[in-house]
């Protein structure tokens, strides 16, 4: 179970960088570690809520790692909640608390970097409890499963028990019980008639309540009353489940009793919109902030859209929204008019109210150009390079061989461009040269580069003996299909040593998210560990050699 510990705060990190193959020098871990509770026994009341804290005391250990289960009697207590000390940064697993068995687990786990360890007594959580009846030296323990993890070693070698007596507290702790709820099945008011609700307690019913919600009151609530109440005014119409309670002096609540009805409304009134405004300041972006929307209706708003038409909209339109939108995206720049509407769940649809605004957009930057490869000396026999760059906003480049070439003159455009990652395969190259290339790029405005970007690199003349001996570049898979929040893991071998290498991978449309940037280890390798988040579909990645500039196979995996 150590290796649970170790494999939970691996993949609790969403690794983007490599891991490299590397022997990791552990310290000694001794079976010396001490789990113990804050206090030995505790003596209360019937009713009460009582603390009790785990410790962690390591011993000679680093302890990066703590499982915690415990036993209890849910006859005697109930477990009301689990809290993780601050001492650890991160929940591996629960908390889970099973009231019915009597038990409670949570793992915790120290997540830093650089890695920092548990070495002093420290709190491991919080278990909270409420006494629910008598009893002498009933035990909070640990059972043989709890342990705690030092460099992936298990170190517990003593589990010390916590135990607690209650005595009865003199008050009441008996809650009412409804005996019946009856009201109509149908009903074509929000105002319904309660036909009866009655309750009954050990001592007496000292207040009578209902609600829409299955969330038990608190005694303090808003709205009991001294009697039960005649009727209800439920929120909207619609199937509604009508739920009665009740409690006495003591404050102690009932189990809820509920029953059923159906509200059907007539409703032929169009909801009111009472606030439209948006800032009257003149705006550089097309994404206008709405500063109020507000609408009403005799029963209930359901829908809200802003609109640049006067014309209103069908009931059916997808636009509309649950909530009053707090921007609106115009559809181009200029003197704008924007139309607020809403409608009810009948598609009853309001009249309009507008607010205008002026958008002016002057976008004079060009694209910025960045992460040229290949750079340097490529090794001999290299026949093909990748050119490639990564522009900070969608743009369409193209290069030259020949400085200072106006953009619209150049005639070489990269074959994959028009967002952030450009690349342009460049053939028949040879050893012992020397090659430059200039890079112009132009985004949506029409801005371009005044300057070029360059991209120079040479072929060596003769393949020294480590290239000759340098193996086949390959990357690879885990796993060919896979599950969304299953781990997929990447490695690649082959690479230049100790060198960065960039990884791309195909979003859900087919396109390529700019490049990862990863080092590769001492042999030429990595590795990344990547828990999957994707929509489902087919997925695609390769790999640039950024000192060579030569790239993998594209290897592909399947989201189901």
Same mark, same amino acid.
């Given at each position: 179970?150590?290796?649970?510990? *170790?494999?939970? /705060? &691996?993949?609790?990190?969403?690794?983007?960088?490599? !891991?490299?193959?590397?022997?990791?020098?552990?310290?000694?871990?001794?079976?010396?570690?001490?789990?113990? @509770?804050?206090?030995?026994?505790?003596?209360?009341?019937?009713?009460?809520?009582?603390? @009790?804290?785990?410790?962690?005391?390591? %011993?000679?250990?680093?302890?990066?790692?703590?499982?915690?289960? !415990? =036993?209890?009697?849910?006859?005697? &207590?109930?477990?009301?909640?689990?809290?993780?000390?601050?001492?650890?940064?991160?929940? &591996?697993?629960?908390?889970?608390?099973?009231?019915?068995? %009597?038990?409670?687990? *949570?793992?915790?786990?120290?997540?830093?970097?650089?890695?920092?360890?548990?070495?002093?007594?420290?709190?491991?959580?919080?278990?909270?409890?409420?006494?629910?009846?008598?009893?002498?030296?009933?035990? !909070?323990?640990?059972?043989?499963?709890?342990?705690?993890?030092?460099?992936?070693?298990?170190?517990?070698?003593?589990?010390?028990?916590?135990?607690?007596?209650?005595?009865?507290?003199?008050?009441?702790?008996?809650?009412?019980?409804?005996?019946? &709820?009856?009201?109509?099945?149908?009903?074509?008011?929000?105002?319904?008639?309660?036909?009866?609700?009655?309750?009954?307690?050990?001592?007496?019913?000292?207040?009578?309540?209902?609600?829409?919600?299955?969330?038990?009151?608190?005694?303090?609530?808003?709205?009991?009353?001294?009697?039960? #109440?005649?009727?209800?005014?439920?929120?909207?119409?619609?199937?509604?489940?009508?739920?009665?309670?009740?409690?006495?002096?003591?404050?102690?609540?009932?189990?809820?009793?509920?029953?059923?009805?159906?509200?059907?409304?007539?409703?032929?009134?169009?909801?009111?919109?009472?606030?439209?405004?948006?800032?009257?300041?003149?705006?550089?972006?097309?994404?206008?902030?709405?500063?109020? @929307?507000?609408?009403?209706?005799?029963?209930?708003?359901?829908?809200?859209?802003?609109?640049?038409?006067? @014309?209103?909209?069908?009931?059916?339109?997808?636009?509309?929204?649950?909530?009053?939108?707090?921007?609106?995206?115009?559809?181009?720049?200029?003197?704008?008019?924007?139309?607020?509407?809403?409608?009810?769940?009948?598609?009853? !649809?309001?009249?309009? /109210?507008?607010?205008?605004?002026?958008?002016?957009?002057?976008?004079?930057?060009? #694209?910025?150009?960045?992460?040229?490869?290949?750079?340097?000396?490529?090794?001999?026999?290299?026949?093909?390079?990748?050119?490639?760059?990564?522009?900070?906003?969608?743009?369409?480049?193209?290069?030259?061989?020949?400085?200072?070439?106006?953009?619209?003159?150049?005639?070489?455009?990269?074959?994959?461009?028009?967002?952030?990652?450009?690349?342009?395969? *460049?053939?028949?190259?040879? =050893?012992?040269?020397?090659?430059?290339?200039?890079?112009?790029?132009?985004?949506?405005?029409?801005?371009?580069?005044? +300057?070029?970007?360059? *991209?120079?690199?040479?072929?060596?003349?003769?393949?020294?003996?480590? =290239?000759?001996?340098?193996?086949?570049?390959?990357?690879?898979?885990?796993?060919?299909?896979?599950?969304?929040?299953?781990?997929?893991?990447?490695?690649?071998? +082959?690479?230049?040593?100790?060198? =960065?290498? /960039? /990884?791309?991978?195909?979003?859900?449309?087919?396109?390529?998210?700019? #490049?990862?940037?990863?080092?590769?280890?001492?042999? %030429?390798?990595?590795?990344?560990?990547?828990?999957?988040?994707?929509?489902?579909?087919?997925?695609?990645?390769?790999?640039?050699?950024?000192?060579?500039?030569?790239?993998?196979?594209?290897?592909?995996?399947?989201?189901?």
């Amino acid at each position: 179970m150590a290796e649970r510990i *170790i494999n939970k /705060l &691996l993949i609790s990190i969403f690794v983007l960088s490599a !891991i490299f193959v590397a022997n990791i020098n552990k310290a000694s871990a001794a079976t010396n570690a001490t789990l113990v @509770f804050d206090q030995s026994s505790v003596s209360t009341t019937v009713g009460q809520t009582v603390n @009790f804290i785990a410790r962690i005391n390591p %011993g000679t250990n680093e302890v990066g790692g703590v499982e915690l289960y !415990i =036993d209890f009697d849910p006859a005697v &207590l109930h477990l009301e909640s689990i809290t993780r000390s601050g001492n650890f940064n991160t929940t &591996l697993s629960g908390p889970t608390i099973n009231n019915t068995a %009597g038990t409670g687990l *949570i793992d915790a786990g120290l997540l830093t970097n650089p890695a920092t360890y548990i070495t002093t007594n420290a709190d491991v959580a919080t278990f909270v409890f409420t006494t629910l009846s008598t009893a002498s030296n009933s035990l !909070i323990s640990f059972t043989e499963t709890s342990n705690a993890s030092a460099h992936g070693e298990y170190v517990v070698a003593t589990r010390i028990d916590s135990q607690i007596t209650i005595a009865s507290s003199g008050i009441d702790v008996t809650a009412p019980i409804i005996s019946n &709820l009856t009201i109509p099945s149908t009903a074509t008011t929000l105002v319904v008639p309660i036909t009866t609700f009655n309750a009954t307690d050990n001592v007496a019913v000292a207040g009578y309540l209902l609600t829409e919600s299955a969330t038990t009151p608190s005694d303090g609530a808003s709205g009991w009353s001294v009697n039960a #109440p005649s009727n209800y005014t439920f929120s909207s119409d619609g199937i509604k489940t009508l739920y009665a309670w009740a409690k006495d002096a003591d404050g102690n609540v009932s189990e809820s009793l509920n029953a059923s009805i159906t509200v059907t409304l007539a409703d032929t009134t169009s909801p009111l919109v009472t606030t439209f405004n948006i800032s009257s300041v003149i705006y550089e972006t097309l994404i206008i902030p709405i500063v109020t @929307f507000t609408a009403t209706d005799i029963i209930g708003v359901t829908g809200y859209m802003v609109t640049e038409s006067s @014309f209103a909209p069908s009931a059916g339109a997808s636009e509309w929204s649950s909530n009053a939108p707090i921007n609106y995206t115009c559809s181009s720049a200029g003197e704008k008019t924007l139309y607020a509407w809403a409608k009810d769940a009948e598609g009853n !649809i309001s009249d309009n /109210l507008s607010d205008n605004v002026t958008i002016i957009i002057n976008n004079i930057t060009s #694209p910025m150009i960045t992460n040229g490869i290949p750079v340097g000396k490529l090794s001999s026999k290299t026949n093909s390079v990748n050119l490639s760059v990564i522009t900070n906003e969608n743009a369409i480049c193209k290069f030259s061989s020949n400085s200072n070439t106006l953009y619209d003159n150049m005639s070489a455009t990269f074959s994959t461009t028009g967002e952030t990652t450009h690349y342009h395969p *460049i053939n028949g190259v040879d =050893d012992g040269k020397d090659y430059k290339y200039y890079v112009k790029c132009k985004n949506s405005d029409s801005n371009v580069n005044e +300057g070029d970007y360059q *991209i120079s690199f040479s072929i060596e003349k003769e393949s020294s003996s480590d =290239d000759k001996k340098k193996p086949k570049r390959k990357i690879s898979n885990s796993k060919t299909k896979l599950y969304k929040g299953e781990t997929l893991i990447q490695r690649g071998s +082959g690479f230049s040593k100790k060198a =960065d290498v /960039l /990884l791309y991978f195909t979003k859900a449309n087919g396109s390529y998210y700019a #490049p990862l940037k990863v080092r590769t280890s001492s042999s %030429g390798k990595f590795v990344i560990y990547y828990r999957v988040n994707k929509p489902a579909g087919k997925y695609s990645w390769y790999v640039v050699d950024t000192k060579t500039g030569k790239k993998s196979k594209i290897r592909s995996y399947t989201i189901k």
